[in-house]
């Protein structure tokens, strides 16, 4: 056998064993969704995202990884129902927790994320908080810019009232006073 032809059936030979090589180690990254807000009135939540890597830091793809969601408390269920989501990662590495719909229940939730992959696991905990308050912080926030217009316009009327209430004479006060609301915004309480 020349020399070349056996250097390169070892290198493939090596190359083939390192593919099939059992991963000694995983590691369990989240890449998007830690701390995320999901609005239960709106129904807006936010995709986690992870990515499973070998003891290298490589992505691993074909990783199997579960997404479980607590079984009481502010939670949430996924389009099937289940509180337990089970996908594989793509080429990358990277599993999406998608299709959730939070429970009407606020407050602070723990996301269990398990990973594995021939023979070995890796497990992390994501934290979600369901709100329902978004839309009432919004009326709220509406309603403190219309009375602030409102107590403007009537300080206005006050103050025109006042400088023209010198003992009935038609005569206009020399200088009048003019209020111009600003621009109402609408938006979360500051």
């Not at 990254?29 to 290298?56: F, L, S, W």
């Not at 934290?127 to 217009?149: F, Q, R």
């Not at 009232?161 to 003019?178: D, E, I, L």
Request: aromatic residues 2%.
């Amino acid at each position: 056998m020349p020399f070349r032809s056996f250097v390169a059936l070892f290198l493939s030979t090596l190359l083939a064993a390192q593919q099939d090589a059992p991963v000694s180690k995983l590691n369990l990254i989240v890449i998007e969704g830690d701390g995320a807000i999901n609005n239960v009135k709106q129904r807006v939540t936010r995709e986690p995202i992870v990515q499973v890597e070998d003891e290298n830091r490589k992505p691993v793809a074909g990783a199997i990884v579960a997404f479980t969601l607590p079984s009481q408390g502010a939670s949430g269920t996924f389009t099937n129902g289940a509180r337990i989501l089970t996908v594989t990662t793509d080429q990358n590495g990277r599993a999406v927790m998608s299709g959730m719909r939070a429970n009407n229940v606020p407050g602070k939730m723990e996301i269990r994320v398990n990973a594995s992959h021939r023979g070995q696991t890796a497990t992390t905990t994501l934290t979600a908080t369901n709100i329902a308050a978004a839309g009432a912080a919004i009326a709220t926030g509406t309603l403190v810019t219309i009375l602030a217009v409102v107590g403007g316009a009537a300080a206005a009327g006050i103050a025109v009232a006042a400088t023209r209430g010198n003992g009935g004479s038609t005569t206009p006060a020399s200088t009048p006073t003019v209020v111009s609301p600003g621009s109402p915004s609408v938006g979360p309480p500051r």
